[in-house]
């Protein structure tokens, strides 16, 4: 680097002089280009600007060289031109006979077929500079390793003629080179200076350092084959030569070099302003991004208002009639099991009190109605619409009578109030009708066809002539209170120990022993009284329940268990998992495992009960899941045996450690003899196949007789045992 601000001040200090003497040169030059003379064809490579190059506008071939060997030429006489030689070398193109000379070297060297060649005299001395990666001490010239560029072989020679202990490589390109020279495969590059000047103005080459006092001067002459007119062209020109003056060579050197000729290219420029070209592009993304998000806000907040214009009433700020309809769609598919009520609600002789009370009296009315109900809904599961003047519709959840009645006290008696508190002696009567949703209203969604039905109801109110509601499906009502008394009061009946585990003993009836239990549950709820499972499990399935209540059961079991255990009494209990309870993300097994971990049982203790149809529902989840179980050791035991379509291929597929027959489904079929056959039939199978089997709803001795003579002895049923609390069962094992 420093030696580039040497050569900048010298440049600067000879300006004046320079410029007076290339003036003087200049027209000199021009003139004799006007000159007629010989012709004279001279081939020049043109890689190495300053020195050949093609000047990219004029796209002439110019530079040091070319303007020195024209004066000279011109000096002998003649008139030249200059043409790019398309050889690889020197050597290669001294045997061109369309070149009369050629140029530059350092000495004369044999051409390629070898025939001998002479220079001409000195045209300049160029000096040729060693260039580092960074500023580094270099050894002597003798002992290194130098980098040229193929087009530069003809030098190479001479300097292993001059060094002999120098090791050069030959590259095809500066770029190759400079790549070896990073890399280390060379300690440095080695190239006329001028040459230098030029190449290192490329920001990407800013690592690479001039070294100064390696610097060697180079002959730069005029060569061709050694042929009587070669030697007649040599004779004259080394007169030109000699007629250059030094001033000239100067002038000329220094106009090439002090021009700003090296031009940036694409990769450059990346080079050179890449961060910022990478900032300027960020910046272009950031502002699109903003930009587009903002567009998209704007449209946003446009459908938003369009949607309020649509879906809301302006008056009540309550949901329209097509507001209502797509909240209530969203509401039934968000919430396919809850039970749901939609009722009609229209103010008797509302025209009336728009007449004589006024519009406005009228309008604040409405309001008033609107505000209360909403105080008093669930923003997130129901819903209220003004659907047209003063008629009201909600999408309420069915609750017990004692909400109910909080609601005629929130909402209906202050709206028939409404002006009477305001000292005006005018009660307003709201007649509803009500309808209560069914589990094919949520199956296929029909807003405006529930509302019809509500509108009947509502319209046998109008015609009684007193305010009050109606139903339109009364037992629909009753079981929908049912079901909401199910699902709400589950956790407190957990909670509370409303609902209890009971057993039914399974025994051996070869050796009349109780061989294990089945747990059932039992829900003693403080509304309905007692309840049992065909009562509740279903709904409890349909609401996503079933799981809180089975962990339920499962853990108190195993409470028991561990009771039992503590007691020296190592016992067994079959448990049920609903197929509802095996999903992908609850892991089954890992939940018995941490039960069994925590009151210290072993995984024989509990049998798991999977109904039959639930293996043909979901097969490959179920059959992995029994696996995993019964590979930690639980039994796996498939319920309600002969229930299902598929028992047959069922026993084949999933392997599970003990079958139970459900006489009840086969004895359901009608004729006792074919069931008998069947069971007989099943039982050789199961025993067969290696399997246990436990035969359940044994109702009396002759069934158990059947079973016993076809080879099944483990039993459950009435004739042995009900299900029984917990105590009972205890007093029973004590008596046993
Ligand atoms: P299940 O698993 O097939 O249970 C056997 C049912 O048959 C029990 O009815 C039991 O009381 C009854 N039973 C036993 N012996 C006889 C008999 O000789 N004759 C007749 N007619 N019935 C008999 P329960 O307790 O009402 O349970 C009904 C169903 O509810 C069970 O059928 C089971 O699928 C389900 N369940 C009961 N407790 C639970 C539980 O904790 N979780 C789950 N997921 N389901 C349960
Ligand atoms: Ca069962
Ligand atoms: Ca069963």
Same mark, same amino acid.
């Given at each position: 680097?420093?030696?580039? +601000? &040497?050569?900048? =001040?010298? $440049?600067s200090?000879?300006?004046?002089?320079?410029? !007076?003497?290339?003036? *003087?040169?200049?027209?000199?030059?021009?003139?004799?280009?006007?000159?007629?003379?010989?012709?004279?064809?001279?081939?020049?490579?043109?890689?190495?600007?300053?020195?050949?190059?093609?000047?990219?506008?004029?796209?002439?071939?110019?530079?040091?060289?070319?303007?020195?060997?024209?004066?000279?030429?011109?000096?002998?006489?003649? +008139? &030249?031109?200059? =043409?790019? $030689?398309?050889?690889?070398?020197?050597?290669?193109? !001294?045997d061109?006979? *369309?070149?009369?000379?050629?140029?530059?070297?350092?000495?004369?060297?044999?051409?390629?077929?070898?025939?001998p060649?002479?220079?001409?005299?000195?045209?300049?001395?160029?000096?040729?500079?060693?260039?580092?990666?960074?500023?580094?001490?270099?050894?002597?010239?003798?002992?290194?390793?130098?980098?040229?560029?193929?087009?530069?072989?003809g030098?190479?020679?001479?300097?292993?003629?001059?060094?002999?202990?120098?090791?050069?490589?030959?590259?095809?390109?500066?770029?190759?080179?400079?790549?070896?020279?990073?890399?280390?495969?060379?300690?440095?590059?080695?190239?006329?200076?001028?040459?230098?000047?030029?190449?290192?103005?490329?920001?990407?080459?800013?690592?690479?350092?001039?070294?100064?006092?390696?610097?060697?001067?180079?002959?730069?002459r005029?060569?061709?084959?050694?042929?009587?007119?070669?030697?007649?062209?040599?004779?004259?020109?080394?007169?030109?030569?000699?007629?250059?003056?030094?001033?000239?060579?100067?002038?000329v050197?220094?106009?090439?070099?002090?021009?700003?000729?090296?031009?940036?290219?694409?990769?450059?420029?990346?080079?050179?302003?890449?961060?910022v070209?990478?900032?300027?592009?960020?910046?272009?993304?950031?502002?699109?991004?903003?930009?587009?998000?903002?567009?998209?806000?704007?449209?946003?907040w446009?459908?938003?208002?369009?949607?309020?214009?649509?879906?809301?009433?302006?008056?009540?700020?309550?949901?329209n009639?097509?507001?209502?309809?797509?909240?209530?769609?969203?509401?039934?598919?968000?919430?396919?099991d809850?039970?749901?009520?939609?009722?009609?609600?229209?103010?008797?002789?509302?025209?009336?009190?728009?007449?004589?009370?006024?519009?406005?009296?009228?309008?604040?009315?409405?309001?008033f109605?609107?505000?209360?109900?909403?105080?008093?809904?669930?923003?997130?599961?129901?819903?209220?619409?003004?659907?047209?003047?003063?008629?009201?519709?909600?999408?309420?959840?069915?609750?017990?009578?004692?909400?109910?009645r909080?609601?005629?006290?929130?909402?209906?008696?202050?709206?028939?109030?409404?002006?009477?508190?305001?000292?005006?002696?005018?009660?307003?009567?709201?007649?509803?009708?009500?309808?209560?949703?069914?589990p094919?209203?949520?199956?296929?969604i029909?807003?405006?066809?529930?509302?019809?039905?509500?509108?009947?109801?509502?319209?046998?109110?109008?015609?009684?002539?007193?305010?009050?509601?109606?139903?339109?499906?009364?037992?629909?009502?009753?079981?929908?209170?049912?079901?909401?008394?199910?699902?709400?009061?589950?956790?407190?009946?957990?909670?509370?120990?409303?609902?209890?585990?009971?057993?039914?003993?399974?025994?051996?009836?070869?050796?009349?022993?109780?061989?294990?239990?089945?747990?059932?549950?039992?829900?003693?709820?403080?509304?309905?009284?007692?309840?049992?499972?065909?009562?509740?499990?279903?709904?409890?399935?349909?609401?996503?329940?079933?799981?809180?209540?089975?962990?339920?059961?499962?853990?108190?079991?195993?409470?028991?268990?561990?009771?039992?255990?503590?007691q020296?009494?190592?016992?067994?209990?079959?448990?049920?998992?609903?197929?509802?309870?095996?999903?992908?993300?609850?892991?089954?097994?890992?939940?018995?495992?941490?039960?069994?971990?925590?009151y210290?049982?072993?995984?024989?203790?509990?049998?798991?009960?999977?109904?039959?149809?639930?293996?043909?529902?979901?097969?490959?989840?179920?059959?992995?899941?029994?696996?995993?179980?019964?590979?930690?050791?639980?039994?796996?035991?498939?319920?309600?045996?002969g229930?299902?379509?598929?028992?047959?291929?069922?026993?084949?597929?999933?392997?599970?450690?003990?079958?139970?027959l459900?006489?009840?489904?086969?004895?359901?079929?009608?004729?006792?003899?074919?069931?008998?056959?069947?069971?007989?039939?099943?039982?050789?199978?199961?025993?067969?196949?290696?399997?246990?089997?436990?035969?359940?709803?044994?109702?009396t001795?002759?069934?158990?007789?059947?079973?016993?003579?076809?080879?099944?002895?483990?039993?459950?049923?009435?004739?042995?045992?009900?299900?029984?609390?917990?105590k009972?069962?205890?007093?029973?094992?004590?008596?046993?």
């Amino acid at each position: 680097m420093g030696e580039k +601000r &040497v050569l900048k =001040k010298m $440049i600067s200090s000879l300006l004046c002089m320079i410029v !007076l003497l290339f003036i *003087s040169v200049a027209p000199a030059v021009a003139a004799s280009n006007e000159q007629s003379g010989e012709p004279l064809t001279v081939g020049v490579p043109v890689d190495r600007c300053p020195v050949f190059y093609l000047d990219a506008e004029t796209k002439e071939i110019t530079g040091i060289g070319v303007d020195l060997m024209r004066i000279a030429a011109e000096n002998a006489g003649y +008139r &030249v031109t200059f =043409k790019a $030689i398309a050889e690889k070398s020197l050597k290669e193109a !001294l045997d061109n006979p *369309s070149y009369d000379v050629v140029m530059p070297f350092g000495s004369a060297i044999e051409s390629a077929s070898g025939k001998p060649s002479i220079v001409s005299e000195n045209i300049m001395l160029t000096p040729f500079t060693l260039v580092t990666v960074g500023d580094r001490k270099l050894p002597p010239l003798n002992n290194l390793h130098v980098g040229m560029l193929q087009s530069n072989a003809g030098v190479a020679e001479t300097v292993r003629r001059r060094y002999s202990g120098i090791k050069i490589s030959l590259y095809e390109s500066m770029s190759e080179s400079v790549d070896a020279l990073r890399s280390g495969e060379v300690d440095a590059l080695l190239n006329n200076s001028y040459v230098w000047s030029y190449v290192l103005q490329k920001p990407a080459y800013n690592d690479l350092v001039v070294q100064p006092e390696a610097m060697l001067l180079m002959d730069f002459r005029v060569g061709t084959v050694d042929t009587a007119k070669g030697q007649m062209i040599i004779t004259r020109l080394n007169d030109g030569i000699k007629a250059l003056s030094d001033t000239q060579r100067q002038a000329v050197i220094l106009d090439y070099t002090s021009r700003k000729l090296y031009q940036y290219d694409f990769y450059d420029y990346l080079y050179q302003y890449g961060l910022v070209v990478f900032m300027g592009v960020l910046l272009i993304i950031t502002l699109i991004v903003i930009a587009t998000q903002k567009v998209r806000s704007v449209r946003k907040w446009h459908d938003e208002k369009m949607r309020q214009v649509m879906d809301y009433d302006s008056l009540t700020g309550g949901y329209n009639m097509n507001g209502f309809r797509k909240r209530v769609e969203t509401l039934l598919r968000t919430y396919p099991d809850a039970p749901y009520f939609l009722s009609y609600n229209n103010i008797r002789g509302f025209k009336y009190i728009n007449d004589s009370l006024g519009r406005q009296a009228g309008d604040e009315l409405l309001k008033f109605w609107m505000a209360r109900s909403k105080e008093n809904l669930s923003e997130e599961d129901e819903a209220i619409g003004r659907i047209d003047a003063d008629h009201f519709a909600v999408l309420r959840h069915i609750v017990e009578e004692e909400r109910m009645r909080e609601d005629e006290k929130n909402v209906f008696n202050p709206v028939q109030n409404f002006f009477i508190n305001q000292g005006r002696d005018y009660r307003i009567q709201i007649c509803s009708g009500i309808y209560v949703l069914t589990p094919k209203d949520f199956r296929n969604i029909d807003v405006d066809h529930m509302l019809d039905l509500a509108r009947v109801a509502e319209k046998r109110v109008r015609d009684s002539r007193k305010g009050a509601f109606e139903f339109y499906n009364p037992e629909q009502w009753d079981k929908g209170k049912k079901i909401a008394q199910i699902i709400n009061y589950l956790p407190s009946a957990i909670q509370s120990g409303d609902i209890q585990v009971w057993y039914q003993p399974q025994v051996n009836y070869d050796t009349k022993s109780v061989i294990g239990a089945e747990a059932l549950c039992r829900w003693d709820h403080t509304k309905l009284g007692w309840l049992y499972p065909f009562e509740f499990i279903a709904t409890l399935e349909e609401a996503g329940l079933i799981f809180d209540l089975d962990c339920f059961v499962w853990e108190r079991v195993c409470q028991d268990l561990h009771r039992w255990n503590e007691q020296g009494k190592h016992r067994s209990v079959s448990v049920n998992v609903s197929r509802d309870d095996i999903q992908e993300d609850r892991d089954i097994p890992a939940h018995f495992q941490n039960l069994i971990q925590t009151y210290s049982l072993t995984p024989d203790q509990i049998h798991i009960e999977i109904t039959e149809t639930a293996y043909a529902e979901n097969p490959s989840l179920l059959i992995r899941t029994t696996e995993k179980l019964r590979s930690l050791g639980f039994q796996v035991e498939m319920d309600d045996f002969g229930s299902g379509y598929s028992s047959l291929h069922m026993l084949k597929e999933v392997p599970v450690d003990r079958i139970k027959l459900d006489l009840h489904f086969l004895s359901e079929s009608g004729d006792p003899e074919k069931s008998r056959i069947i069971v007989r039939n099943i039982t050789r199978m199961i025993n067969e196949m290696g399997m246990n089997m436990i035969a359940e709803g044994v109702e009396t001795v002759e069934q158990a007789d059947f079973l016993k003579s076809i080879g099944c002895d483990q039993m459950q049923g009435y004739y042995f045992y009900k299900p029984m609390p917990v105590k009972e069962y205890d007093d029973l094992s004590e008596k046993l």
